[in-house]
T-cell receptor, first 114, second 114 residues
Framework: SQTIHQWPATLVQPVGSPLSLECTVEGTSNPNLYWYRQAAGRGLQLLFYSVGIGQISSEVPQNLSASRPQDRQFILSSKKLLLSDSGFYLC?????????????FGEGSRLTVL | AQTVTQSQPEMSVQEAETVTLSCTYDTSENNYYLFWYKQPPSRQMILVIRQEAYKQQNATENRFSVNFQKAAKSFSLKISDSQLGDTAMYFCAFMGSNDYKLSFGAGTTVTVRA
């Protein structure tokens, strides 16, 4: 069966510090991968998505970046965090070979920037 | 970019009763997909129901059904015989037919009262 893991689950970082959130999918190959940010009252905002290794599409210009160094690994990074980067980050994957639009979400990572 | 609007931030329903969540969207496409996702408290988000725009018949999954009104660009979710386990945040989502990304609404928090 397929599983998705993202870590860390909770992170408290000072303004200006770097960020690295990791997401790994198991049990499938060539998944579509996504990073969303969930803010209260604003729903889910798509940050990045990837349909293959090294292929990253950015949806919102900001100080975040994403990378896909391996087929089933998706990393969200920042060189210098801002207060506005605080939020709940969700990684998700979708089946590329049978694309129905169904996304499978991770447990989420709550980031607090102080 | 497509816009998905959920105008009800919170709803409360008595156990065994029915509740309807509203969702409207804006698109110029003729073919697309619509979804309702459920995010229980402290648990992973999961797909509840999916509707293809080219299908006139409304989708149904057990106690969950939708009312899809294409001309009005409306996609409501009805939860029948509400159960305590239905307590969650519900997100409406849109995807274009040739797209890999989903656009989500702001969400509706549903609380089922015993």
């Amino acid at each position: 069966s397929q599983t998705i893991h993202q870590w860390p689950a909770t992170l408290v970082q000072p303004v200006g510090s770097p960020l690295s959130l990791e997401c790994t999918v198991e049990g499938t190959s060539n998944p579509n991968l996504y990073w969303y940010r969930q803010a209260a009252g604003r729903g889910l905002q798509l940050l990045f998505y990837s349909v293959g290794i090294g292929q990253i599409s950015s949806e919102v210009p900001q100080n975040l970046s994403a990378s896909r160094p391996q087929d089933r690994q998706f990393i969200l990074s920042s060189k210098k965090l801002l207060l506005s980067d605080s939020g709940f980050y969700l990684c998700a994957w979708g089946r590329d070979n049978i694309w129905t639009g169904e996304l499978f979400f991770g447990e989420g990572s709550r980031l607090t920037v102080l | 970019a497509q816009t998905v609007t959920q105008s009800q931030p919170e709803m409360s329903v008595q156990e065994a009763e029915t509740v309807t969540l509203s969702c409207t969207y804006d698109t110029s496409e003729n073919n697309y997909y619509l979804f309702w996702y459920k995010q229980p408290p402290s648990r992973q988000m999961i797909l509840v129901i999916r509707q293809e725009a080219y299908k006139q018949q409304n989708a149904t999954e057990n106690r969950f059904s939708v009312n899809f009104q294409k001309a009005a660009k409306s996609f409501s979710l009805k939860i029948s015989d509400s159960q305590l386990g239905d307590t969650a945040m519900y997100f409406c989502a849109f995807m274009g037919s040739n797209d890999y990304k989903l656009s989500f609404g702001a969400g509706t928090t549903v609380t089922v009262r015993a």
